[in-house]
């Protein structure tokens, strides 16, 4: 007699259609859609990606696989994290994944444009992170090799997490690769001198440390340090600050045009850093000139960077783990010349890491070609088509995030819409994001009292401004709970790890 297996447990087991509650669409673009949802056995939010004709282009899918491949194997408090991909229902036939990621509510770029008032507590809880981050990631040996603020995802409570490793490289002491860089500028503004129009190179773990650097001055002065309009100008910006290069260092650069015209170059002097970035901390621009410094070796580590007197007070080693090199069979997709079929495979072999029953099954050899999985994919389809064709969705204004790479999720108000006109209450549902706050200085009973008779005004303003009427916008998502608002100065390890 056949044991009847309860609906829930076996749907929860082959492919949990029944796990995730999608709430609305908060992101669309080439890759396909973003959904906001909800766990229901944890209540936690989550994005769920969905990601549509992954093979229509072999080297779309070569990405894919790697970045998802990537953050698996790099689990770290300061690097996104992927949750779980859904089981499909046919391993030979799938065109679609859904991707589960943990719910940020926006990127470091939006924080840098809309907060004018990050103190020198933030600037510095930021770069911790993100050294911290970078430390556990070269310490496998991989590069990220795009970093950018809108590659850095953001909470209200100050939370960072690096994501998008499309682009990135595990090394393995092999022959340089070829990388194709995209020419997007933002892409180009945060890259290392030494890679200038090179397509070819052996990377190091400094070219990441000067994307670093770029972007800890755009957190100072609240725009870029080196936005090129191409790589001549981008050159041109850099030696303005940096002074010529000297014949050592040019000699470092791939490109042979890129070579000649920084030798050609009429000599600049070396402009002092506290000229172009007055009344900022003597400390923190130290420590800047040494992540922009135009020789790579010049730069530190992402370990040597965290040792900086900088962060005293505020670094432990205790939380700045490292990790072991990963294995060069992992990537041995890198080396090879794909068919669709085989990077089909191969992609439904990673998805099984997220499906361990599934796994063990793969692992024995248990046949799973010739049969259809009761899949929550199908479900899922259905409820992304439904959010897609809600009526009204034409005339609603686009979406911030646009890109084709994993992973860019997270929920991002639509600017100044009045949640009351021209909506359903029924058919759009809000998501609520939860932002604790980090842990303030102390202060004196003086202070307090003034900031207390301050927020009182404040409230009673705001509530006679914004009576019977929510604020959805993604500047009053960074503003009322602020990121601003938070100080992540003396912030104990535990808010943060």
């Given at each position: 007699?056949?044991?009847?297996?309860?609906?829930?447990?076996f749907f929860t087991e082959y492919g949990e259609?029944?796990?995730?509650?999608?709430?609305?669409?908060?992101?669309?673009?080439?890759?396909?859609?973003?959904?906001?949802?909800?766990?229901?056995?944890?209540?936690?939010?989550?994005?769920?990606?969905?990601?549509?004709?992954?093979?229509?282009?072999?080297?779309?899918?070569?990405?894919?696989?790697?970045?998802?491949?990537?953050?698996?194997?790099?689990?770290?408090?300061?690097?996104?994290?992927?949750?779980?991909?859904?089981?499909?229902?046919?391993?030979?036939?799938?065109?679609?994944?859904?991707?589960?990621?943990?719910?940020?509510?926006?990127?470091?770029?939006?924080?840098?444009?809309?907060?004018?008032?990050?103190?020198?507590?933030?600037?510095?809880?930021?770069?911790?992170?993100?050294?911290?981050?970078?430390?556990?990631?070269?310490?496998?040996?991989?590069?990220?090799?795009?970093?950018?603020?809108?590659?850095?995802?953001?909470?209200?409570?100050?939370?960072?997490?690096?994501?998008?490793?499309?682009?990135?490289?595990?090394?393995?002491?092999?022959?340089?690769?070829?990388?194709?860089?995209?020419?997007?500028?933002?892409?180009?503004?945060?890259?290392?001198?030494?890679?200038?129009?090179?397509?070819?190179?052996?990377?190091?773990?400094?070219?990441?440390?000067?994307?670093?650097?770029?972007?800890?001055?755009?957190?100072?002065?609240?725009?870029?340090?080196?936005?090129?309009?191409?790589?001549?100008?981008?050159?041109?910006?850099?030696?303005?600050?940096?002074?010529?290069?000297?014949?050592?260092?040019?000699?470092?650069?791939?490109?042979?045009?890129?070579?000649?015209?920084l030798s050609s170059m009429r000599k600049k002097?070396?402009?002092?850093?506290?000229?172009r970035f007055p009344n900022i901390d003597p400390?923190?621009?130290?420590?800047?000139?040494?992540?922009?410094?135009?020789?790579?070796?010049?730069?530190?580590?992402?370990?040597?960077?965290?040792?900086?007197?900088?962060?005293?007070?505020?670094?432990?080693?205790?939380?700045?783990?490292?990790?072991?090199?990963?294995?060069?069979?992992?990537?041995?997709?890198?080396?090879?010349?794909?068919?669709?079929?085989?990077?089909?495979?191969?992609?439904?072999?990673?998805?099984?890491?997220?499906?361990?029953?599934?796994?063990?099954?793969?692992?024995?050899?248990?046949?799973?070609?010739?049969?259809?999985?009761?899949?929550?994919?199908?479900?899922?389809?259905?409820?992304?088509?439904?959010?897609?064709?809600?009526?009204?969705?034409?005339?609603?204004?686009?979406?911030?995030?646009?890109?084709?790479?994993?992973?860019?999720?997270?929920?991002?108000?639509?600017?100044?819409?009045?949640?009351?006109?021209?909506?359903?209450?029924?058919?759009?549902?809000?998501?609520?994001?939860?932002?604790?706050?980090?842990?303030?200085?102390?202060?004196?009973?003086?202070?307090?009292?003034?900031?207390?008779?301050?927020?009182?005004?404040?409230?009673?303003?705001?509530?006679?401004?914004?009576?019977?009427?929510?604020?959805?916008?993604?500047?009053?998502?960074?503003?009322?709970?602020?990121?601003?608002?938070?100080?992540?100065?003396?912030?104990?390890?535990?808010?943060?790890?």
């Amino acid at each position: 007699m056949i044991q009847k297996m309860p609906c829930m447990d076996f749907f929860t087991e082959y492919g949990e259609s029944n796990l995730y509650e999608i709430q609305e669409v908060v992101g669309k673009g080439s890759y396909g859609t973003v959904a906001s949802a909800v766990d229901t056995h944890t209540g936690e939010k989550v994005a769920i990606k969905k990601i549509k004709d992954i093979f229509e282009h072999v080297s779309e899918a070569t990405r894919i696989l790697r970045e998802i491949k990537l953050l698996r194997l790099l689990p770290h408090p300061d690097i996104v994290k992927i949750k779980h991909i859904m089981l499909p229902p046919c391993r030979r036939e799938f065109k679609d994944i859904y991707v589960v990621f943990e719910l940020m509510e926006t990127d470091l770029h939006h924080v840098i444009n809309t907060n004018d008032d990050l103190t020198p507590g933030h600037h510095q809880f930021f770069l911790y992170q993100l050294l911290r981050a970078l430390k556990y990631i070269h310490s496998a040996n991989v590069f990220h090799r795009d970093l950018k603020p809108r590659n850095i995802l953001a909470n209200a409570d100050c939370k960072l997490k690096i994501c998008d490793f499309g682009l990135a490289r595990a090394s393995f002491g092999d022959a340089p690769s070829a990388v194709f860089w995209t020419d997007y500028v933002a892409t180009r503004w945060y890259r290392a001198p030494e890679l200038c129009g090179s397509f070819f190179s052996r990377y190091t773990p400094a070219i990441d440390i000067w994307s670093i650097g770029c972007i800890f001055a755009e957190m100072i002065t609240g725009k870029p340090l080196f936005p090129g309009k191409n790589v001549v100008d981008q050159l041109e910006l850099i030696t303005d600050l940096l002074g010529t290069p000297s014949a050592e260092a040019i000699s470092r650069i791939r490109n042979e045009k890129a070579r000649r015209y920084l030798s050609s170059m009429r000599k600049k002097p070396r402009l002092p850093f506290s000229h172009r970035f007055p009344n900022i901390d003597p400390k923190a621009l130290r420590l800047l000139e040494r992540l922009i410094a135009f020789d790579p070796k010049d730069r530190p580590s992402a370990e040597q960077a965290l040792a900086d007197p900088y962060f005293y007070g505020l670094a432990n080693i205790e939380d700045e783990p490292s990790t072991h090199h990963i294995s060069k069979f992992e990537f041995d997709f890198e080396r090879k010349t794909l068919t669709k079929h085989e990077i089909r495979e191969l992609i439904y072999r990673e998805i099984l890491e997220y499906h361990p029953q599934m796994l063990q099954e793969y692992l024995r050899g248990v046949d799973q070609i010739h049969f259809m999985y009761p899949s929550g994919v199908d479900q899922f389809k259905q409820q992304f088509f439904c959010l897609e064709g809600l009526p009204g969705n034409e005339h609603r204004p686009p979406m911030r995030r646009r890109y084709a790479s994993l992973p860019r999720e997270r929920v991002c108000g639509l600017i100044d819409e009045d949640p009351d006109k021209n909506s359903d209450s029924k058919s759009r549902r809000g998501v609520a994001i939860p932002r604790p706050r980090l842990q303030s200085p102390k202060k004196s009973s003086s202070d307090i009292k003034g900031q207390e008779s301050n927020s009182n005004k404040t409230a009673k303003a705001r509530q006679k401004d914004n009576s019977g009427k929510a604020c959805y916008s993604a500047r009053c998502l960074l503003r009322s709970d602020s990121i601003s608002a938070s100080r992540c100065v003396g912030v104990q390890g535990s808010d943060y790890v």
